[in-house]
């Protein structure tokens, strides 16, 4: 080759690079011109504050999910930027009065986004699950007189002696655990114990013990290792990253977990699955279904046609169960058809309605009963302990106070105040439910939120961390004090009081607030009562400077100030009172 077609190559081979380069250059002031107009395209969001790259595209907080970081990120983005954050393209986070009454508010026309429909079972919607106002109402009707207050804490209806019962179970696993050990120093662990606690309270609640009823409190039955393993799937910490999948990638999700033969094989060889099968919640799913079927199975047993249930099983009668089936047999006679209305439901819908309320009452009672004794076991918080103590022990047979067991009554254990201080302290620093609710307006008309106007379509939310940790309303906000709830006893004024009973919301408010909020009060309150009237606590060694670790949806929650965290573990002592009190 000679020396002019060496050079004339080069030429071209440098044009054909320069070309190359030139068009990537395009192509790079193409796609920013593309995202700078999808960013400023909506004028009204491009008004709100936030950081760049949260509002040019949604995986930037989906980085901080992926974390586990998302929650504590809302909330350094308020501390930042003010009430109003633009999060994301179209998702807004907020946290002021003025957003909680305007986005949670009674008749508000928000709506629970697509996030929540993770949480449908067997394919169906729940109370959870429903968005359109319409739907959710006439199924919060059906269920609504069953959770009430007169109910859970009457003394002949299911709750309290259920409850009570299981009360009677705790305290016998801590004496057997107790002598058992030769080891003194060993200690109990409660974060697992306390979720065997709320899932044979749920269970028994919702379906009564003949069809449903877990007995994984007691360590004698024949069910109990099956009961306890129920839960397995629950804690295992891979749950986190299956959220994140669900929530980010959901038709891809689905498809990974749908494949069966050959493809099944290969997307397990490959590892592909966020989380090994069983997937979260499909044990408790499984036995949610059975407790249906065999229910269902159980009124057709005599007689081709479906019977109402029958008077002597009080116990199936009373339950959530019996009592749903009831509505909907009566609703269906009052209409004279099977499953023509949305109010109407088949056996799928009430075993999906129930299978998610069993879901929602696990977790959130047994953290929030483990953070409470975590809480007042630590040293720096032992006065707090000691006043619970006097208040229970002051509690009187006399008085009607304790029951036939020599255990609080519902009743007494729901008014004593220093215990539901300790309670809603609880519940503000270590909310079970921290994270974002995320709420939608779907109706062409936007929405005017603390003076931001937003477009339809936008998600909106807030976060219970971020308002529990609002310092221009809880004073040292990071502080476990129970008595800033008591009016007179903090430094807090009166005001200060009514504006903190507003700034709480664990448990949500308005029309999707927490159903099962009476029922989850009545089980901490016995618990903690009886617990307290026999045993002092303290933290084991394994628990020195260390936060037990929840889970909710991609994050580990715990107490932020401390230097360590047990997942999923908490170790305590309890050490009966009359020891303390011959040792002093
Ligand atoms: C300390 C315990 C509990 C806490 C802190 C809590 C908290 C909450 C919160 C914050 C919500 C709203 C979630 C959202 O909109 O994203 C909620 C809803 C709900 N909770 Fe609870 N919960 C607790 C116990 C229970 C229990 C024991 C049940 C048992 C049935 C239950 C059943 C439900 C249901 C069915 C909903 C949906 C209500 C609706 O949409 O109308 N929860 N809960």
């Given at each position: 080759m000679d020396s002019n077609r060496i050079l004339t190559h080069a030429a071209q081979a440098i044009a054909s690079c320069n070309n190359a380069i030139t068009a990537l250059a395009f192509a790079i002031i193409a796609f920013i011109l593309y995202y700078t107009y999808e960013f400023r395209k909506n004028s009204d969001l491009h008004k709100i504050p936030g950081p760049y790259l949260f509002a040019l595209t949604k995986w930037r907080l989906a980085l901080e999910d992926w974390r586990g970081t998302r929650t504590m990120c809302l909330r350094n983005l308020h501390e930042q930027y003010g009430p109003a954050v633009r999060v994301g393209p179209t998702e807004v986070s907020f946290a002021s009065q003025d957003a909680l009454r305007t986005i949670y508010g009674a008749g508000s026309g928000f709506e629970r986004t697509s996030f929540y429909?993770?949480?449908?079972?067997?394919?169906?919607?729940?109370?959870?699950?429903?968005?359109?106002?319409?739907?959710?109402?006439?199924?919060?009707?059906?269920?609504?007189?069953?959770?009430?207050?007169?109910?859970?804490?009457?003394?002949?209806?299911?709750?309290?002696?259920?409850?009570?019962?299981?009360?009677?179970?705790?305290?016998?696993?801590?004496?057997?655990?107790?002598?058992?050990?030769?080891?003194?120093?060993?200690?109990?662990?409660?974060?697992?114990?306390?979720?065997?606690?709320?899932?044979?309270?749920?269970?028994?609640?919702?379906?009564?013990?003949?069809?449903?009823?877990?007995?994984?409190?007691?360590?004698?039955?024949?069910?109990?290792?099956?009961?306890?393993?129920?839960?397995?799937?629950?804690?295992?910490?891979?749950?986190?990253?299956?959220?994140?999948?669900?929530?980010?990638?959901?038709?891809?999700?689905?498809?990974?977990?749908?494949?069966?033969g050959l493809l099944e094989k290969v997307v397990q060889i490959l590892r592909l699955l966020p989380m090994d099968k069983p997937s979260t919640y499909t044990a408790i799913r499984a036995h949610a279904l059975k407790s249906w079927y065999s229910f269902e199975e159980s009124l057709t047993t005599d007689s081709t046609e479906i019977q109402p249930i029958s008077e002597r099983d009080l116990s199936t009668s009373q339950s959530i169960m019996g009592r749903l089936y009831q509505h909907n047999l009566s609703s269906q006679i009052k209409t004279g058809s099977l499953r023509t209305s949305s109010c109407l439901m088949d056996g799928l819908d009430m075993a999906s309605e129930l299978a998610d309320h069993l879901l929602a009452g696990i977790d959130t009672t047994s953290d929030a009963i483990m953070f409470a004794i975590w809480a007042l076991s630590r040293p720096e918080q032992a006065h707090y302990q000691a006043r619970l103590l006097d208040e229970v022990a002051a509690m009187s047979d006399a008085n009607g106070e304790i029951d036939q067991h020599g255990n609080p009554t519902a009743d007494a254990s729901d008014k004593l105040p220093f215990l539901a201080a300790v309670i809603k302290e609880t519940l503000r620093l270590y909310a079970p439910l921290p994270a974002t609710e995320p709420r939608m307006r779907t109706s062409s008309k936007g929405a005017l939120i603390d003076g931001w106007r937003i477009p339809a379509e936008t998600v909106v939310g807030m976060d219970p961390y971020t308002m529990h940790r609002n310092p221009e309303i809880f004073r040292e906000p990071l502080v476990f004090r129970p008595d800033r709830w008591l009016a007179g006893q903090g430094s807090e004024t009166d005001d200060e009081h009514a504006t903190m009973r507003r700034w709480f919301w664990a448990f949500s408010s308005g029309g999707r607030m927490c159903i099962g909020m009476h029922l989850a009060m009545a089980e901490m309150t016995m618990l903690l009562a009886a617990i307290y009237r026999k045993y002092t606590t303290r933290l084991h060694f394994k628990q020195q400077n260390a936060s037990p670790g929840i889970t909710s949806r991609f994050e580990v929650f715990c107490d932020e100030t401390m230097p360590n965290i047990t997942e999923h573990e908490c170790w305590v002592h309890f050490d009966p009172i009359e020891n303390v009190n011959k040792a002093a």
């Amino acid at each position: 080759m000679d020396s002019n077609r060496i050079l004339t190559h080069a030429a071209q081979a440098i044009a054909s690079c320069n070309n190359a380069i030139t068009a990537l250059a395009f192509a790079i002031i193409a796609f920013i011109l593309y995202y700078t107009y999808e960013f400023r395209k909506n004028s009204d969001l491009h008004k709100i504050p936030g950081p760049y790259l949260f509002a040019l595209t949604k995986w930037r907080l989906a980085l901080e999910d992926w974390r586990g970081t998302r929650t504590m990120c809302l909330r350094n983005l308020h501390e930042q930027y003010g009430p109003a954050v633009r999060v994301g393209p179209t998702e807004v986070s907020f946290a002021s009065q003025d957003a909680l009454r305007t986005i949670y508010g009674a008749g508000s026309g928000f709506e629970r986004t697509s996030f929540y429909r993770m949480f449908d079972v067997y394919g169906r919607q729940n109370l959870f699950t429903f968005g359109p106002a319409r739907q959710h109402a006439e199924r919060k009707k059906a269920l609504a007189h069953a959770y009430s207050k007169t109910t859970v804490l009457h003394p002949e209806a299911t709750a309290t002696p259920l409850i009570q019962k299981n009360v009677r179970s705790y305290l016998a696993l801590i004496e057997s655990q107790r002598n058992d050990d030769n080891d003194k120093t060993r200690g109990h662990e409660i974060f697992h114990s306390l979720h065997w606690f709320s899932l044979d309270s749920i269970t028994g609640f919702l379906y009564g013990d003949r069809f449903g009823g877990t007995h994984a409190l007691q360590q004698s039955h024949h069910s109990c290792d099956q009961d306890r393993r129920l839960l397995d799937d629950i804690l295992d910490p891979a749950r986190r990253r299956l959220s994140w999948f669900a929530v980010h990638l959901p038709k891809y999700t689905r498809w990974l977990y749908t494949r069966t033969g050959l493809l099944e094989k290969v997307v397990q060889i490959l590892r592909l699955l966020p989380m090994d099968k069983p997937s979260t919640y499909t044990a408790i799913r499984a036995h949610a279904l059975k407790s249906w079927y065999s229910f269902e199975e159980s009124l057709t047993t005599d007689s081709t046609e479906i019977q109402p249930i029958s008077e002597r099983d009080l116990s199936t009668s009373q339950s959530i169960m019996g009592r749903l089936y009831q509505h909907n047999l009566s609703s269906q006679i009052k209409t004279g058809s099977l499953r023509t209305s949305s109010c109407l439901m088949d056996g799928l819908d009430m075993a999906s309605e129930l299978a998610d309320h069993l879901l929602a009452g696990i977790d959130t009672t047994s953290d929030a009963i483990m953070f409470a004794i975590w809480a007042l076991s630590r040293p720096e918080q032992a006065h707090y302990q000691a006043r619970l103590l006097d208040e229970v022990a002051a509690m009187s047979d006399a008085n009607g106070e304790i029951d036939q067991h020599g255990n609080p009554t519902a009743d007494a254990s729901d008014k004593l105040p220093f215990l539901a201080a300790v309670i809603k302290e609880t519940l503000r620093l270590y909310a079970p439910l921290p994270a974002t609710e995320p709420r939608m307006r779907t109706s062409s008309k936007g929405a005017l939120i603390d003076g931001w106007r937003i477009p339809a379509e936008t998600v909106v939310g807030m976060d219970p961390y971020t308002m529990h940790r609002n310092p221009e309303i809880f004073r040292e906000p990071l502080v476990f004090r129970p008595d800033r709830w008591l009016a007179g006893q903090g430094s807090e004024t009166d005001d200060e009081h009514a504006t903190m009973r507003r700034w709480f919301w664990a448990f949500s408010s308005g029309g999707r607030m927490c159903i099962g909020m009476h029922l989850a009060m009545a089980e901490m309150t016995m618990l903690l009562a009886a617990i307290y009237r026999k045993y002092t606590t303290r933290l084991h060694f394994k628990q020195q400077n260390a936060s037990p670790g929840i889970t909710s949806r991609f994050e580990v929650f715990c107490d932020e100030t401390m230097p360590n965290i047990t997942e999923h573990e908490c170790w305590v002592h309890f050490d009966p009172i009359e020891n303390v009190n011959k040792a002093a």
